[in-house]
């Protein structure tokens, strides 16, 4: 393909410094990759600035269209852009390009509806609490498709709830038909000490480290996936997090102990780790602790993409039993010693490569610790997926 002299002219005054948009408007009869292969034979090199390399994965700068995002897209439809030293959403970028800082307490929204879009005229500043009223109101189905008419909504703690999906949950028709709902077994006095023995509870040195994780974010909101009794809460509030803890359990009984303990200082919710009945965004941390090992490994990878779903900044697993390398999952399938009872539990084995394989999937950064906890489970090895 020839060049004019005009064009090579153009070529050389936009293509090391200028947004790939401006090239392509001035070089309207030439393809990216065309200019990217000639630039590259005449040695033109391109600075790759922060603001070139966003403007670079924008075509349309059409002020009223949406300007879909060209690179990555993550598993909720919001473009990946990296930026001051972390991966962030694109429409943050954006904003704070066009149109300046995001002050503390605000979330940039998407006027449009377009989860992809980068447009500034299409994104405006709001509180998390105004976007998650905004969601819900958007929202007409709950996630298993069932419509939110008058007859089958209900509210739980001033949020919608479906209730066909209510009506399972009470049926106790689940995926897992080996697990004992409601852990019936339990008697009132050995409810009040599960999970608080010792090392196990508000000495665990894994709990510690998910307490300074918190104390990281200002009053963040905190969803505690398969809670139990709230022994989190019990540590969070000893190293003085301030937070708005969500304990979220399928077990009616320890639920009923933690409401006990703590009343109104916190918020309790029913339902599996699998379900999660949240709009997106809802929480600022979601945090599934020790509950991998007792799931069959797609349904731990299904809670894991809800808790993704419903968090805005980041989810923290936790294992206690360490993942291995091992080429796949190991899960063990044991009988529990309940009197008169036929009940089966999981206690799995996670393999490694398999596990960050799929969490690469997600479009999330991962960071991981491992933490010894001498008097519980030898180690907690805590996994943070940030947004």
Not at 128 to 153: F, K, M, W
Not at 157 to 172: D, E, H, I, K, P
Not at 191 to 203: C, E, M, P, S
Not at 372 to 383: C, K
Request: hydrophobic share 35%; proline share 3%.
């Amino acid at each position: 393909m020839s060049w004019t002299q005009e064009e090579l002219q153009l070529l050389h005054n936009l293509y090391s410094d200028r947004p790939k948009y401006e090239v392509l408007i001035a070089l309207p009869d030439k393809k990216w990759q065309a200019i990217q292969t000639h630039a590259t034979r005449l040695g033109i090199k391109r600075k790759v600035s922060t603001e070139v390399r966003f403007w670079d994965k924008v075509d349309n700068v059409d002020n009223n269209s949406c300007w879909e995002w060209q690179g990555k897209i993550s598993l909720q439809g919001y473009g990946h852009f990296y930026f001051d030293g972390s991966i962030s959403c694109a429409h943050r970028y954006s904003y704070i390009l066009n149109c300046g800082d995001i002050p503390d307490g605000f979330e940039v929204h998407h006027t449009c509806y377009n989860k992809a879009c980068v447009n500034p005229n299409h994104l405006e500043l709001m509180t998390h609490l105004d976007n998650v009223r905004d969601a819900s109101q958007r929202i007409i189905h709950c996630p298993y498709g069932h419509e939110y008419t008058e007859e089958n909504t209900k509210l739980n703690n001033g949020m919608r709830q479906c209730r066909q999906c209510a009506n399972r949950y009470r049926r106790n028709i689940h995926k897992d038909q080996t697990r004992l709902d409601d852990h019936d077994f339990m008697e009132p006095d050995h409810i009040a000490r599960f999970l608080r023995n010792y090392k196990t509870g508000v000495d665990n040195l894994g709990r510690h480290t998910l307490a300074k994780i918190l104390k990281q974010y200002s009053s963040p909101t905190v969803l505690d996936i398969a809670c139990g009794s709230c022994v989190n809460f019990e540590v969070f509030r000893r190293f003085g997090v301030q937070c708005q803890y969500i304990g979220y359990d399928r077990t009616r009984n320890l639920l009923h102990h933690a409401r006990t303990l703590y009343g109104d200082e916190i918020r309790l919710d029913r339902g599996y780790a699998e379900d999660l009945p949240y709009v997106d965004h809802y929480v600022d941390v979601s945090i599934l602790r020790h509950i991998g090992e007792h799931m069959l490994p797609k349904d731990f990878y299904t809670a894991i993409q809800e808790a993704i779903r419903v968090s805005k900044s980041e989810v923290i697993i936790v294992f206690f039993e360490t993942p291995q390398n091992i080429p796949e999952h190991i899960v063990n399938k044991r009988s529990s010693n309940i009197p008169n009872q036929e009940v089966f539990h999981y206690w799995n084995v996670y393999s490694w490569s398999r596990f960050t394989e799929f969490i690469a999937s997600l479009g999330v950064q991962m960071k991981y610790d491992h933490i010894q906890t001498p008097g519980a489970a030898h180690a907690d090895t805590i996994v943070r997926l940030i947004k």
